[in-house]
């Protein structure tokens, strides 16, 4: 009984699944599309040293709101990648070490290296920094008075199930 519940339901809800998810390609641009450039990633002297070839770099305009792809308020994600050593790359390996823990450009031009070496040097590695750490768009959370509260004690103020101290 439990096994023709559960098929019959897949059969339900796949095709609703298949026309309630965004396509890919209708809201940001590929990969390939963004403008890479050859950057130098601001880093302290004993981390830089550990960078161990060239890095690119790229900005992504990002939606706030992916429900309403018509609005204009975006983001800018911070973008860096470790090309492939065999081309053409057969993919892209998006890095992030974790967040909020920070900035994972600087993770990924340090150690992404190491990760597209032991893919065989057959990806490029991408990491980004997400919202609100390194040169992505800040967060900017209004409060109940009006304010902005763009730090960490401002929202856990807010947040009643949050376990962090204020």
């Keep these: 009984m439990f096994s023709h519940t559960a ?5 339900v809800l796949l095709p609703g699944l298949a026309t309630a998810l965004p396509r890919g390609d209708s809201y940001a641009p590929g990969v390939d599309a963004l403008d890479w450039k050859s950057c ?3 880093l302290p002297e004993s981390r830089k040293r550990l960078i161990t070839g060239r890095v690119d770099c790229a900005t992504l305009k990002d939606p706030l709101d992916y ?3 018509k609005s204009d308020d975006t983001l800018d ?3 860096v990648k470790v090309n492939a050593t065999k081309q053409p790359a057969r993919a892209n390996v998006i890095f992030n070490p974790g967040c909020p823990r920070g900035p ?8 992404g290296y190491m990760y597209r070496d032991t893919l065989g040097g057959k990806f490029n590695v991408i990491g980004f920094n ?3 750490t390194g040169g992505t768009s800040p967060f900017s ?6 304010t902005s509260g763009s730090d960490s004690t401002s929202l856990s103020h807010r947040n009643p199930y949050s376990d962090l101290p204020p």
Excluded: R
Excluded at 7 to 11: E, K, M, N, W, Y
């Design 7 to 11: 098929i019959s339901s897949l059969f």
């Design 141 to 146: 959370c209004p409060t109940e008075n009006g």
């Design 130 to 132: 997400a919202y609100g």
């Design 67 to 69: 429900t309403y792809p």
């Design 104 to 111: 994972s450009v600087e993770e990924a031009s340090v150690l």
């Design 77 to 79: 994600l911070q973008l």
């Design 40 to 42: 130098d990633i601001d």
